[in-house]
């Protein structure tokens, strides 16, 4: 049996859809099946398929009406035989030893349940620096430790990049649909089931921006939906539920709306912490704002921190480390 199976949902994609194809028709593995869904397309992006299949018997298409990319996953999902499934978009391009090396690295590593790859965002004349400090940061996160450390900062492995263990994404609920991010509710999903997940540190996936990409034309993928669906998988965090003291660093309006859903729950923190003095002092949920040389105590408080800031996330790292907090043992950065 084929041990592997390429995901590909489609939803008019002609433009970009033969560069995707060829990616991934010419890997160096050469014993997979492409299972590509054709999301109710209405250009002639299933035309563009049903010519590859005449060259290729490694593709199998099916067709369902358009029902959005996480009916059609899930579909393919039913559909694959393949116990290891690589996920794929119809605007990317795979590095040509992508499905090689993902597949020998879950099978050399049995307790991993999903590994992704760096990335390479193009074309580069439109990527913007806020995009481009996002994949620094996601690109920096290699190993399961490091993701698990930083699963609520962000989304923390390219979706199109990832190659899974088909039975423990439909164990845990395969993909969810609703008014989140789907990438990132199923990565959120199996680390609170306690699956591991790492990355490989080549480059495996050249990943396009576009303005017609889904992540900035729908509300499923705006910050509010980040927001609100790390929120719900932070407030079931055992680390939040063993009685500990807890501190938010940050204690701007931004940060106390986003921690609300937590104070809801009823995860209100004994202090806020905060470098400005004009705020130093004050009471926000009945707690003071302190300064950062406040969590220097023999008894620590577990720590989360929102400030989102990337130069200022890697100072409050420092500042927590020198006070001898551990990253998931006494704090949590939180995106």
Request: hydrophobic letters at 40%.
């Amino acid at each position: 049996m084929t041990q592997l199976a390429v995901l590909l949902p489609f939803y008019n994609a002609a433009p970009t859809l033969v560069e995707a194809l060829d990616s991934i028709l010419t890997q160096t593995l050469k014993d997979f099946v492409l299972i590509a869904v054709d999301d109710g397309s209405t250009d002639n992006s299933c035309q563009i398929v049903h010519d590859y299949i005449k060259q290729d018997s490694r593709i199998e298409l099916l067709q369902v009406e358009h029902q959005g990319v996480v009916g059609a996953m899930n579909h393919a999902l039913e559909c694959c035989t393949a116990p290891i499934c690589a996920r794929m978009d119809a605007d990317d391009i795979m590095a040509p030893e992508r499905l090689a090396k993902q597949l020998e690295f879950l099978n050399a590593n049995p307790d991993i349940a999903l590994v992704g790859s760096r990335v390479q965002l193009f074309p580069e004349e439109i990527i913007q620096d806020g995009f481009n400090e996002y994949i620094r940061w996601q690109n920096s996160c290699i190993t399961p430790q490091q993701i698990a450390d930083n699963i609520y900062v962000e989304l923390p492995i390219a979706n199109p990049s990832i190659c899974f263990r088909r039975d423990v994404v439909l164990e845990v609920g395969s993909y969810r649909d609703g008014d989140f991010p789907e990438d990132y509710e199923l990565l959120l999903r199996l680390h609170q089931h306690g699956r591991q997940m790492a990355k490989l540190p080549e480059v495996l996936l050249h990943w396009r921006d576009s303005d017609g990409r889904l992540t900035r034309t729908d509300q499923r993928y705006s910050r509010t939906a980040f927001d609100r669906i790390r929120a719900e998988y932070l407030v079931a965090d055992p680390r939040l539920q063993q009685g500990r003291p807890l501190a938010y660093w940050g204690a701007g309006r931004v940060t106390r709306k986003r921690t609300a859903h937590l104070i809801r729950h009823g995860h209100r923190p004994q202090v806020w912490i905060d470098i400005d003095p004009g705020k130093i002092g004050r009471c926000y949920e009945g707690a003071e704002v302190v300064a950062p040389y406040w969590l220097e105590r023999d008894e620590k408080p577990f720590v989360l921190s929102y400030v989102s800031n990337h130069g200022a996330r890697e100072l409050i790292i420092n500042d927590l480390e020198s006070m001898g907090y551990c990253c998931g043992d006494d704090y949590l950065i939180v995106g």
